[in-house]
């Protein structure tokens, strides 16, 4: 079986994995709900969670303009130099949930 794409994913299957990881850190549900709407604008009580991880970040109802101020690795890559728009957002993401996670400040991880 060919290996799926993190785009091709449905939100219902990535959003536990990241609620998942914070909350074993001891964060939140809600943390982890307002990094998102921060980054992308998505309500997550109101998210079609049967959309493509891709859609996800496509059809996003406001990319933050401070997500170009995200910076730092995100397994291995550093994410200001991910040329890819759509995968640069994903490690967004990503990045900031790492952040959640090892305990930074919301205030902080919200730049």
Known sequence: MAKQS???MKVSKVYPLL???V???GR???ELDTV???LTGYDMNQ?????????FFEQAPAMNP???LIKGKVCGVQVE???DRMMQKVRWLDKLVDELAKGRPLEKVLR
Do not use: N, P
Request: a negative charge; aromatic letters at 10%; glycine letters at 4%.
């Open 6 to 8: 993190i785009f091709e």
């Open 19 to 21: 609620l998942h990881k």
């Open 23 to 25: 909350e074993r850190k």
């Open 28 to 30: 939140s549900k809600e």
């Open 36 to 38: 998102i709407e921060w």
């Open 47 to 55: 998210v079609d969670q049967e959309i493509t991880y891709g859609d």
């Open 66 to 68: 401070r997500a170009e």
């Open 81 to 83: 130099s991910i040329e």
